[in-house]
């Protein structure tokens, strides 16, 4: 079946680092991606999304590119701030609208 | 955007007991919502789907007769967790979906802000 895998945390940077979180994926036909955020005591937010091949989904100065070829949603910023630390979920939308997650990534931002 | 709105957002039962969780879409016709959960530090995980006016769909492992789903109109989702235990005691949350078309259809998941149960 689909699924999503994403890189284990926790991710520790420094502010104004760049920032990668690894995100792959296996499913059949051509899933919507997504990308959502979890900050401390809070519920899940749509951070951003791509719907095709190619789209590139951003907000917040975060950006992540649906690549088919290489099966991947790479989430990137270039410089992070500690109000980014939160966890980070990567999902892809199945045929029958369920959305499949990856473990969450968590990612800690030290001043 | 959107709004799903999900109540009560954290719940403190005695073990035995029942506690029934709300879920709206507040300014949308959900038709499908789907329930999940949340283990510390552990992802989601889909426990069922709901769909309006039908019998919920239950992931494999699910106890459909402990997480009762009723999913009785367009804006509103419930579950209730029944004969609570503390093994029950997690974050729970709901999502709806919209189907919209912009070109070609497109979908969209928005969330609930999530229960936190506690089972004592």
């Known amino acids: 079946g689909d699924s999503v895998t994403q890189m284990e945390g926790p991710v520790t940077l420094s502010e104004e680092a760049f920032l990668t979180i690894n995100c792959t994926y296996t499913?059949?036909?051509?899933?919507?991606l997504f990308w959502y955020v979890q900050y401390p005591g809070e519920g899940l937010q749509l951070l951003l999304k791509?719907?095709?091949a190619d789209d590139k989904g951003s907000n917040k100065g975060f950006e992540a590119t649906y690549r088919k070829e290489t099966t991947s949603f790479h989430l990137e910023k270039g410089s992070v701030q500690v109000s980014d630390s939160a966890v980070y979920f990567c999902a892809l939308m199945d045929s029958n609208y369920q959305l499949i997650w990856g473990a969450g990534t968590k990612l800690i931002i030290k001043p | 955007g959107a709004v799903v709105s999900q109540h009560p957002s954290w719940v403190i039962c005695k073990s035995g007991t029942s506690v029934k969780i709300e879920c709206r879409s507040l300014d949308f016709q959900a038709t499908t919502m789907f329930w999940y959960r949340q283990f510390p530090k552990q992802s989601l995980m889909l426990m069922a789907t709901?769909?309006?006016?039908?019998?919920?769909?239950?992931e494999q492992g699910v106890e459909k007769d402990k997480f009762l789903i009723n999913h009785a109109s367009l804006t509103l989702s419930t579950l209730t967790v029944t004969s609570a235990h503390p093994e029950d005691s997690s974050f729970y949350i709901c999502s709806a979906i919209i189907l919209h078309k912009a070109g070609a259809w497109n979908t969209e998941a928005f969330f609930g802000q999530g229960t936190r149960l506690t089972v004592v």
């Open positions: 499913a059949t036909g051509y899933p919507s």
């Open positions: 791509a719907t095709k």
């Open positions: 709901s769909n309006e006016g039908s019998k919920a769909t239950y």
